[in-house]
Each structure stands twice: as C-alpha cells, then as structure tokens.
C-alpha cells in the first residue's frame, strides 16, 4: 500500500524505510516547511551549555534533528524525548534520553510527578502555543523555559496524493494546513488522538488512530486491514 505522509521533506527517509517494515510505501508530502530561528537556537545552547537546566524537553523529532547533534553530553541534565523517534535522533547523537510512556506533550508532567518541583525545564520548540504544557508544569511547581527555535510555514501547495492508497497526517497542524484534493476513496489515519479530533471537527473521520508514534500507526493499519 502507498502511504501518502504529511512530514516535513526533512524527516522523509526514515518513514520510508519504517513504512518498508511494515510492507508499505511511503509518499512523502509536505504542508509545511520548518524555518529555524539560529539566535534563539544560539540563546537555548548558551542556556544549556551553562547548566542552566534540570530537564530538556524535546516535543519533536525535528528539534532533536537540528540542535542535538551540538549539545554537549557531559551536562548534568535530565534529556526527555516526546517519542522512540526523537530518542533515536538523540542516541545518534550520544544522549541517553527518557521517552515518555504516552507520546504526548501532556504526559509530561504526569511522567515526572513530583521531581519536576521547582526544577528548570528548558523546551526547544516550533513557535507554535501549547499553553497546557507551559501551564502544566507552572502548575506542577516546575519553571518551564521555552525556546521558539523554528517556525512552521504552510507551504501553499496542494499536497500531491496521485496514486496513493492511504494519507497520514502526522500532527493537527499538518492536516490544518494541508491543502487537499479529494481524499474521499483514500484510508484516512490521523497519527494519534488529537490529530484525529481536529480531522472529526473538520468533518474528516479517520479511519485509523494510531498511538502518537509512525511504528503504532502502522500497526494500527496493518491490524484495520486485516479486520
């Protein structure tokens, strides 16, 4: 089955061969292009090459891509992944992250309970709101820092689905900001719970619901098409 991916263009190499895992294809489209902020990316290193921090958090595989690889590895720093893809990215790099047991931003606090109290929390991040995460460990007694290192720009086109079976949006903001023909004979599979309750208020039902991570929404297909 071909799998038409909402990534950026950046991240398309290992969907593809994690799609081959599973025997299918991966078509790599892109709704958005990230742009990096390098002083606000010079401002987080800085920050963190001073000790500054008691915990990073990486919310995606992109940050992890661009800033890990030049983050020293003798801090003393708790380094927290989103997921087992942006831990991959910073073991590649030497770092010995945590992943998180939900891959999603909110059980970060959760995950910490209460060791997160009145540590520093440093968040390189898209500059794109998450005030529930912010929130939540304000509230839990942390101090969050967050780093806006890059922006998410719609692309403008129409994402090119020809001959492809199935479409995965990978985030809320990939399917907001998709520029769409007509999916209506495609499998249509939102990579987790939030990404599918923004394609329900939209009208679009997903088909298949995945975990938060590629490997889980694979499996989640390959299981819908055995049914």
């Known amino acids: 089955m071909k799998i038409a991916i909402t990534r950026l263009a950046e991240?398309?190499?290992?969907?593809?061969?994690?799609?081959?895992?599973?025997?299918?294809?991966?078509?790599?489209?892109?709704?958005?292009?990230?742009?990096?902020?390098?002083?606000?990316?010079?401002?987080?290193?800085?920050?963190?090459?001073?000790?500054?921090?008691?915990?990073?958090?990486?919310?995606?595989?992109?940050?992890?891509?661009?800033?890990?690889?030049d983050m020293k590895n003798d801090i003393p720093?708790?380094?927290?992944?989103?997921?087992?893809?942006?831990?991959?990215?910073?073991?590649?790099?030497?770092?010995?992250?945590?992943?998180?047991?939900?891959?999603?931003?909110?059980?970060?606090?959760?995950?910490?309970?209460?060791?997160?109290?009145?540590?520093?929390?440093?968040?390189?991040?898209?500059?794109?709101?998450?005030?529930?995460?912010?929130?939540?460990?304000?509230?839990?007694?942390?101090?969050?820092?967050?780093?806006?290192c890059y922006s998410l720009k719609p692309t403008g086109k129409i994402l090119d689905i020809k001959d492809a079976d199935a479409i995965l949006f990978t985030s809320a903001m990939s399917f907001k900001e998709a520029l769409l023909p007509d999916i209506s004979g495609l499998i249509r599979i939102a990579v987790g719970e939030i990404t599918a309750d923004v394609m329900r208020d939209a009208g679009v039902v997903p088909d298949v619901v995945g975990d938060g991570s590629l490997k889980g929404t694979l499996e989640a297909l390959n299981r819908h098409l055995s049914n």
């Open 77 to 148: 720093c708790r380094i927290i992944a989103i997921g087992p893809k942006t831990a991959e990215i910073l073991e590649r790099f030497g770092h010995h992250p945590e992943i998180l047991p939900e891959y999603y931003s909110r059980a970060f606090v959760p995950y910490l309970k209460d060791w997160i109290a009145e540590k520093k929390i440093g968040i390189p991040r898209a500059a794109v709101k998450n005030e529930k995460l912010i929130k939540g460990i304000s509230d839990a007694g942390g101090i969050p820092y967050e780093f806006r």
């Open 11 to 69: 991240k398309g190499l290992q969907d593809r061969e994690i799609c081959e895992a599973f025997g299918h294809e991966a078509h790599i489209v892109s709704p958005l292009e990230a742009v990096l902020d390098l002083e606000e990316v010079e401002r987080f290193f800085s920050a963190f090459h001073e000790g500054m921090f008691d915990a990073v958090f990486f919310t995606s595989a992109y940050p992890a891509e661009k800033i890990a690889q």
